[in-house]
T-cell receptor, first 114, second 113 residues
Framework: GNSVTQMEGPVTLSEEAFLTINCTYTATGYPSLFWYVQYPGEGLQLLLK?????DKGSNKGFEATYRKETTSFHLEKGSVQVSDSAVYFCALSASGQAGTALIFGKGTTLSVSS | NAGVTQTPKFQVLKTGQSMTLQCAQDMNHEYMSWYRQDPGMGLRLIHYSVGAGITDQGEVPNGYNVSRSTTEDFPLRLLSAAPSQTSVYFC????????????FGSGTRLTVV
């Protein structure tokens, strides 16, 4: 079945450090891939997405490239800020089990200190 | 454009009580789904719907019922609340072309005592 595995946190960084959060997936067919962010006490917001192999999603300085050969969608940012502190979820949407509802990884907590 | 609206935001129930979590969207989205979020577990799919009159079970459906009589509304019913249902519940909706991504409500924090 479809599944998402992302690196466990927490990830603790200093401001302006480089960020990578690893995400790999298992899916039949050609899923769409997403990163969602959840700030403390809030719901989930779509951060970026990619719908086909080699697509690069980007937003607010974050980037992720859809790598079909390695079934990965790693999230990166060149210089993190304190305001980036949040929980980040990798997710996929693919036909099959659960229709096309999102399947999530368990989330990675990022804490950035000044 | 309100997006996805969930009510209530907070609720405390006694074991055995029943209640309905409301979810409404005004974007004319075909797809809607319910998730629960628990520490260390990420978000797990409870039930989903691909259109009015069509619902199906997700990963953790036991103890919950749903119906989809209109495109806009997708209520989640707890039949007999149990402490294991203490969680934060999120409703989400999407166009049929899910590559656009799902829009989430702000959540309902439920405590069962």
């Amino acid at each position: 079945g479809n599944s998402v595995t992302q690196m466990e946190g927490p990830v603790t960084l200093s401001e302006e450090a480089f960020l990578t959060i690893n995400c790999t997936y298992t899916a039949t067919g050609y899923p769409s891939l997403f990163w969602y962010v959840q700030y403390p006490g809030e719901g989930l917001q779509l951060l970026l997405k990619a719908t086909k192999a080699d697509d690069k999603g980007s937003n607010k300085g974050f980037e992720a490239t859809y790598r079909k050969e390695t079934t990965s969608f790693h999230l990166e940012k060149g210089s993190v800020q304190v305001s980036d502190s949040a929980v980040y979820f990798c997710a996929l949407s693919a036909s099959g089990q659960a229709g096309t509802a999102l399947i999530f990884g368990k989330g990675t907590t990022l804490s950035v200190s000044s | 454009n309100a997006g996805v609206t969930q009510t209530p935001k907070f609720q405390v129930l006694k074991t055995g009580q029943s209640m309905t979590l409301q979810c409404a969207q005004d974007m004319n989205h075909e797809y809607m789904s319910w998730y629960r979020q628990d520490p260390g577990m990420g978000l797990r799919l409870i039930h989903y719907s691909v259109g009015a009159g069509i619902t199906d079970q997700g990963e953790v459906p036991n103890g919950y019922n749903v119906s989809r009589s209109t495109t806009e509304d997708f209520p989640l019913r707890l039949l007999s609340a149990a402490p294991s249902q203490t969680s934060v519940y999120f409703c989400a909706s999407s166009r049929r072309q899910t590559a656009y991504g799902y829009t989430f409500g702000s959540g309902t924090r439920l405590t069962v005592v």
